[in-house]
Antibody, heavy 120, light 111 residues
């Protein structure tokens, strides 16, 4: 059974960089059949797609966040990561890592999510 | 900005039928991209409920059904149960994002 697990600091100071890692178990991140991505949800609000990466390193970012986002993949560790720079309180959210099927647009597996709070 | 618009809330008594609409635009649903639906129980991650407009993953009760027409899609829940109380989100690919667009979300309350 595939599992995705987010990890990283739960508190980040304004103007600093948020860094999260998603560890994939029960399957290979190097599969050509999937994209791996990040989605966030501010407290009490809806879902926002942040971006996705293919195992080869090709990336796709939400235009509204593109200038601040970097997603990378480490196939040797079966992990992918998110960096979001110059954070503000508006970036406080539960961050989910997830898997999307190539050739389809559905997200079939989600991590449990991790709350990141931006505060001094 | 292109959005997928859902009603903020719907409610129904146990056993009743409720529907949730998802209205998009020419850059997402109207462009022919599939619509998927997710159920989010309180404090948990979203779970895939309907994929490809009307297909149910294994384990999802047939009380849940989906449809799509033009620039809109709908999720129907028949025989509403207390355990269906959750937030529901539609999702589609959006060419203006080159990525996923989520609906605004609908809270279902079982009276």
């Amino acid at each position: 059974q595939l599992q995705l697990q987010e990890s990283g600091p739960g508190l980040v100071k304004p103007s600093e960089t948020l860094s999260l890692t998603c560890t994939v178990s029960g399957g290979s991140i190097s599969s050509s059949s999937y994209y791996w991505g990040w989605i966030r949800q501010p407290p009490g609000k809806g879902l926002e797609w942040i971006g996705s990466i293919y195992y080869s390193g090709s990336t796709y970012y939400n235009p509204s966040l593109k200038s601040r986002v970097t997603i990378s993949v480490d196939t040797s560790k079966n992990q992918f990561s998110l960096k979001l720079s110059s954070v503000t309180a508006a970036d406080t959210a539960v961050y989910y890592c997830a898997r999307r099927i190539v050739g389809a647009t559905l997200i079939d597996y989600w991590g449990q999510g991790t709350l990141v709070t931006v505060s001094s | 900005q292109s959005v997928l618009t859902q009603p903020p809330s719907v409610s129904g008594a146990p056993g009743q039928r409720v529907t949730i609409s998802c209205t998009g635009s020419s850059s997402n649903i109207g462009a022919g991209y599939d619509v998927h639906w997710y159920q989010q129980l309180p404090g948990t991650a979203p779970k895939l409920l309907i994929y490809g407009n009307s297909n149910r993953p294994s384990g999802v009760p047939d009380r849940f059904s989906g449809s799509k027409s033009g620039t809109s899609a709908s999720l129907a829940i028949t025989g509403l149960q207390a355990e269906d109380e959750a937030d529901y989100y539609c999702q589609s690919y959006d060419s203006s994002l080159s990525g996923s667009r989520f609906g605004t979300g609908t809270k279902v309350t079982v009276l």
